[in-house]
């Protein structure tokens, strides 16, 4: 978690800390698939590591007003909360997906940063209806 202001947290801005748990374990869960189905193998290990590659490059910050989401430290989407209509988080004893619904949109992003910091957010700044 890293607080770019001291003001109070429901305006404190919050990134997420990156978490490998999924990617990693798409990784290692490919290499016996290897030797047994070399096809589905090489597809669920190529997906993990595209999500590794996302857990690296990408981060969540929760502001006063919207999710933004970065790039390489490069702001590439906002999500402002008054557009939200609801939010899940997919299988919670593992996460593995987070859910939101915009007036407009439904988006699905798999759980590439902290969860338990991610559900902490959401419940902050934008309690379910």
């Known amino acids: ?3 770019t202001t001291p003001t109070p947290a429901s305006v404190q801005t919050i ?6 748990t999924l990617p990693s ?3 290692f869960a490919a290499i016996p698939l290897l030797l047994l189905k070399p096809y589905l193998g090489t597809a669920i290990s190529l ?3 595209f999500l590794l590659f996302q857990t690296a490059t990408i ?3 929760f502001t006063e007003n919207a999710l933004d989401i970065y790039r390489f430290g490069t ?3 906002r999500f402002p909360y008054q557009e939200w209509q609801n939010w899940r988080i997919f299988w919670p004893p593992v996460p593995i997906l987070f859910y939101f619904r915009e007036i407009k949109s439904i988006h699905f992003l798999p759980i590439l940063f902290d969860p338990k910091m ?3 957010c959401l419940e902050q700044r ?3 209806k």
């Not at 990134?15 to 490998?20: G, I, Q, R, V």
Request: hydrophobic fraction near 50%.
């Open 15 to 20: 990134e997420l800390a990156p978490s490998y």
């Open 118 to 120: 991610l559900r902490t």
């Open 47 to 49: 997906f993990g590591l």
């Open 59 to 61: 981060r969540l910050q």
């Open 126 to 128: 934008c309690p379910r």
């Open 25 to 27: 374990a798409l990784v």
């Open 75 to 77: 702001l590439i989407r």
């Open 1 to 3: 978690m890293t607080a």
